[in-house]
């Protein structure tokens, strides 16, 4: 085996976070990234304000009285990350120290990265993440050195919402419920506790 595996432009003791971040999400991909998330905003932005007007009411909330649904128990919802308090596993102020949730929601409302009008887009599945996937793999080849011989494992991502498209069941995984995706691992970078995740 020629050459050393890994990074090819090996991370130094200056490097900061940020600038490891845009070694592989180029600037130019986050430009493009803001260009679409700001014209789907601008888009929809009508039919969101009128849509915030309407409020439906259920019977129960008319009348006083409480469901069987409103007496359930509370799980952990993903907006416990701006919690005041320690949530279970989930510190107080996760994402507090960087960025209010209101703001993150509207980030994630918006969030785009390619054109929904294009022709591509009603025939093509993986338009909508397709500037990311280019980039990344462009990125990724550029920068880091991989080995001839790669093994492929799957994990699973854990998932408790019922809206998300890419959930599956597996029964043999810890998390059942959850997104499933490929780990590639480098069998000739091996420790003691296993295989090396690339």
């Not at 430009?31 to 700001?38: A, H």
């Not at 919402?161 to 810890?174: A, G």
Request: proline letters at 4%; charged letters at 25%.
């Amino acid at each position: 085996m020629d050459g050393i595996l890994g990074s090819t432009d090996r991370p130094t003791p200056h490097w900061t976070m940020s600038s490891f971040v845009f070694m592989f999400m180029l600037p130019r991909l986050l430009l493009r990234i803001e260009s679409e998330s700001n014209k789907y905003y601008n888009h929809h932005f009508n039919e969101r304000t009128r849509r915030k007007y309407f409020k439906t009411l259920r019977p129960q909330r008319m009348c006083g009285c409480k469901s069987p649904k409103d007496t359930k128990k509370i799980k952990r919802r993903f907006a416990d990350h701006w919690a005041k308090t320690v949530v279970g596993a989930v510190q107080k102020g996760t994402f507090g120290c960087f960025i209010t949730k209101t703001r993150f929601g509207g980030v994630m409302q918006n969030l785009h990265f390619s054109d929904n009008s294009d022709a591509l887009a009603g025939t093509y599945r993986a338009w909508k993440v397709r500037s990311v996937l280019d980039t990344l793999q462009e990125t990724f080849r550029n920068g880091y050195k991989v080995s001839h011989v790669l093994v492929f494992d799957e994990a699973m991502i854990p998932s408790r919402s019922r809206h998300k498209v890419t959930r599956q069941f597996m029964n043999h995984k810890p998390h059942k419920w959850g997104t499933k995706l490929f780990m590639t691992c480098c069998i000739i970078q091996t420790n003691k506790k296993g295989f090396s995740t690339i």
